[in-house]
């Protein structure tokens, strides 16, 4: 398959280049991104994560002298705070400037919530810390005699507050970060291939078609192709895979990848906005703003806390007053509402989905779709496409035969045999550029084989080649050269070309004069990579099925040498997405691995879509998840991280849950008649550590591996 990227979306590409060509230099741009990530969807739209962090650290600095100077907080840990004129007025001034600017993002967004009557996180987190402001504020001044000295929790609940919501911000805008980091290490000056030589040029003055040279060590400017050269290539940045790729004349190159070792020239296909560093980006763009039924749970989860929350209140406060206690009303009501801020219960979700799309983005997986994540975890077969995904989609030199020689792996003698069939084949198709002719020359170089010059190289329309070597006319071709040749092979020959026919390979006979001297075979080379994925999937427990309009001598051949369970061969691309129906009418979980374009319906019936991309063909919209790389081993890094994050989810949501439940009663007073009550400081520390440590448990996360050379 040939791998095009486009990109028509108006993106602001992976460089800003102004009209004039002004370079904008090599500064460290990522990392500022990162932190400057403004966010524009749900609960924390507009906000940015420089925004959060920096009302964090201003927040905890007032924090410390208000929890400090609080005597609940004394009363609690058994210290006297030292005495002076005005101390007494610390933590109602610094807690009101905590309100004010560390709680402004919650007040902001709870009272958008209130106004489109659609009750969230925003709005509780708001309620609670209002709640606790104007309780503390009524006890500083003496009102009522009410003991409400919450202060010091107002004092911790917004800055943790604000840290959870920095580390979900960093979560989400790290992916993303990373691209920019890597886009903001593009160089900003490319040599440019003139009749006169080289020309150094801004990114901005490249055009595609344009020639390139990029040195040793450079980095690709451009998406392009190799047209002069050889080089060994990082590109990490783009698959996640650490070893470098061999790049020769007719491969692609990307973007942000680095030559190694040697100088090559490179005409430029894509600039800017068009490269697949800019589509991958713009993916997870995407994945970052995809919705998902976990978030939609959180959300909803969110409503009913509010709901619940508000209702206990009112019922606790309508309890103790009828039971003639007013102040014990009005602190167990204040309690409830303070502690049932569930933002452990909000950080549950979103931020497991957070970090599973960073590593994912990280590992050279990118989810453009959240609902492909947690679909993954519940797959039970993978239909892997053939051409192109568990094989390379070009064909491979597999065995040579000799007349009357036998095959590969025999004594001296066939093997000298055999090599002089393949030197004589690659000499006549030097001069070729059908990819069976390139596979012979190149199976011949890999060999070592000395090849004997070859001239008067002529094209056999449909039957083959021909050129004369030292004297002789040799030919290269299929069955229809030897009809009109008149000639047979021998019977040797004839049994090891039948088998070899029989598995779907492409045989050509190599002729000299009007004798068959040998054949070569020639097949879709598999990718040494599927093997292990097919056996690392079906370890765990999930089935492996393959789909592919070839013959069906040559799926089986494929499939008996993958070990795969079920084949479809001889399917149309348009018939592919019954297939997968029909592995759906047997109760599967289907997820489709193809290239995302022929595979298209396929991918869409799925229940998850993976396309391959290749590095170059990124820009697929019928797929949920794009592997960058061409390693179908990345397949078992989406399952393991579905899982891993499905556990993830559930061991939050438990955590926060039972929190909610056991402590809201409670602070109500539910057990009061047992000499049981939640305290206002043993609600807010509970609450406080719930959060905490739902945050960390989403965080080790980042401890999952995603590595596919290292699937087992």
């Not at 400037?97 to 919650?106: E, H």
């Not at 967004?109 to 987190?125: F, Q, S, V, Y």
């Not at 007013?326 to 957070?354: F, N, Q």
């Not at 691995?593 to 298209?600: A, F, K, L, T």
Request: with cysteine; net charge negative.
């Amino acid at each position: 398959m040939e791998h095009r990227h486009s990109s028509p979306g108006a993106d602001q590409g992976l460089r800003n280049h102004s009209p004039g060509g002004t370079p904008h230099g090599n500064h460290a741009v990522g990392s500022a991104a990162d932190e400057h990530t403004v966010h524009s969807h749900g609960q924390h739209a507009g906000h940015s994560v420089a925004m959060f962090r920096d009302r964090f650290w201003l927040s905890l600095a007032l924090a410390v002298p208000v929890v400090f100077f609080s005597p609940m907080f004394a009363e609690l840990l058994g210290y006297a705070p030292p005495a002076f004129p005005g101390s007494a007025w610390i933590p109602p001034v610094f807690g009101t400037a905590i309100y004010l600017y560390g709680g402004r993002p919650f007040l902001k967004g709870g009272l958008n919530e209130l106004k489109t009557r659609k009750p969230g996180m925003m709005l509780l987190i708001a309620m609670a810390i209002s709640v606790a402001f104007i309780a503390s504020w009524v006890t500083s001044l003496g009102i009522g005699g009410f003991d409400l000295d919450f202060w010091w929790e107002l004092a911790l609940l917004v800055p943790i507050m604000l840290l959870g919501h920095w580390i979900e911000m960093r979560a989400l805008g790290s992916a993303q970060g990373a691209l920019d980091a890597l886009a903001a290490l593009l160089p900003d000056e490319a040599e440019r291939v003139t009749a006169a030589g080289t020309e150094t040029v801004s990114l901005a003055e490249l055009r595609a078609g344009d020639t390139i040279l990029v040195r040793p060590g450079g980095r690709m400017p451009a998406d392009g192709t190799v047209s002069g050269g050889q080089a060994e290539f990082d590109e990490s940045m783009i698959t996640g895979e650490s070893r470098t790729v061999l790049r020769a004349p007719g491969d692609p190159v990307v973007a942000g990848t680095i030559a190694t070792d040697n100088s090559v020239r490179v005409r430029v296909s894509a600039i800017g906005e068009d490269t697949a560093l800019a589509g991958i980006r713009r993916l997870v763009a995407e994945a970052q703003a995809s919705s998902s039924r976990a978030q939609a749970l959180a959300d909803r989860a969110a409503a009913f806390l509010f709901y619940f929350a508000a209702g206990t209140g009112v019922l606790t406060f309508i309890f103790w007053t009828l039971m003639g206690s007013m102040g014990d009303a009005v602190t167990r009501t204040v309690t409830v509402l303070v502690i049932a801020c569930p933002h452990a219960l909000g950080l549950a979700i979103p931020l497991v989905i957070a970090i599973s799309t960073e590593r994912a983005a990280r590992a050279g997986v990118l989810i453009k779709n959240r609902m492909a994540l947690e679909r993954m975890r519940t797959v039970n077969v993978v239909l892997f496409d053939k051409t192109g995904t568990l094989t390379r989609g070009e064909p491979e030199l597999k065995e040579v035969a000799a007349a009357d020689a036998g095959t590969t792996g025999q004594d001296a003698a066939q093997d000298a045999a055999q090599d002089t069939v393949l030197a004589l084949a690659a000499a006549v198709e030097a001069d070729s550029e059908h990819p069976l002719a390139r596979s012979i020359v190149a199976a011949a170089r890999e060999r070592g084989l000395k090849l004997p010059t070859a001239d008067g190289f002529m094209s056999l329309t449909g039957r083959g080649v021909r050129a004369t070597v030292d004297g002789r006319t040799v030919q290269v071709g299929g069955p229809a050269l030897l009809r009109e040749l008149g000639l047979q092979e021998p019977p040797d020959l004839a049994a090891t070309t039948g088998a070899w026919l029989e598995r779907g390979a492409a045989v050509l006979h190599v002729v000299d004069g009007g004798r068959v001297l040998g054949a070569v075979s020639l097949e879709d080379a598999v990718r040494p990579e599927s093997r292990q994925a097919v056996r690392a999937l079906q370890a765990r427990g999930i089935k492996v099925a393959m789909v592919t309009g070839d013959a069906r001598q040559v799926a089986h051949a494929v499939a008996a040498e993958l070990g795969i369970d079920e084949v479809f061969a001889e399917v149309l691309p348009a018939d592919k997405d019954k297939k997968v129906a029909e592995l759906q009418g047997r109760g599967l979980k289907v997820a489709m691995v193809g290239d995302g374009v022929n595979d298209s319906p396929a991918l869409a019936r799925a229940e998850v879509g993976i396309a391959i991309g290749g590095g170059t063909d990124v820009a697929v919209e019928s797929a949920g998840v794009v592997l960058v790389g061409n390693d179908p081993r990345a397949v078992l890094s989406m399952l393991d991280l579905s899982r891993a994050s499905y556990r993830k989810m559930w061991q939050n949501l438990v955590w926060a849950t039972g929190y909610n439940i056991v402590s809201v009663p409670l602070a109500a007073g539910v057990l009061a008649f047992a000499g049981i009550v939640l305290s206002p400081a043993a609600g807010a520390v509970m609450m406080s550590a719930s959060t905490i440590v739902v945050a960390l448990n989403a965080q080790l996360l980042r401890r999952l591996k995603l590595n596919p050379a290292a699937v087992s």
